[in-house]
């Protein structure tokens, strides 16, 4: 998974000429390890910066970095939070000339967990899966405009990790 974000990383220099945007989400995950029947939803913090590909801003790269800024009780008692993720995308898009911009993503996505128990101790997990998502960006300036996201990121072996995040971005 490294290995992917830093090829990544390392690509999008080769993008310098194309505009790009930056933001900043909020995300509700809902994390349903394979181990039980129940479903936590820790919130986070989402980081991304994106490049466009093509003239026309309608296929991009994107990285994104998330932060854990809230828990959820899983079962039992065991409270469930997001410490850390990361992903790497492709984006496609509808053209810049609509206020709203309906997009789709594939790429890749690691998450590290922590569950905490009640009687002390705790116990962590991580989540990688190749991810795909759908959303909109909605036009509020020339260099301001909102998302609104649902990303399916992990669905592997009975775990499942999704994520609804909305958030503010800008271009450059």
Known sequence: MKKVLLAATLALPMFAQASGYAGLDIVSSKIEPDNTSSSA????????????????????????????????????????EVD?????FFRGQFPN????????????????????????????????????????????????????EYLRAVDRSGDEVSNLGFGINGRF
């Open 84 to 88: 850390r993720s990361y992903g790497a």
């Open 97 to 148: 000339t609509l206020p709203v911009r309906p997009y789709g993503l594939i790429g890749v996505s690691y998450i590290e967990t922590t569950a905490n128990f009640p009687g002390g101790g705790s116990d962590g997990e991580n989540y990688k899966d190749l991810s795909l998502g759908l959303g909109a960006d909605i036009t509020i300036t020339n260099q301001i405009f909102l998302s609104v």
């Open 41 to 80: 939803k820790p919130n986070a913090l989402q980081f991304k910066f994106g490049t466009w590909i093509n003239r026309d801003e309608t296929l991009g790269g994107e990285l994104r970095l998330g932060l854990g800024i809230g828990e959820d009780e899983l079962s039992n008692n065991v409270d469930v």
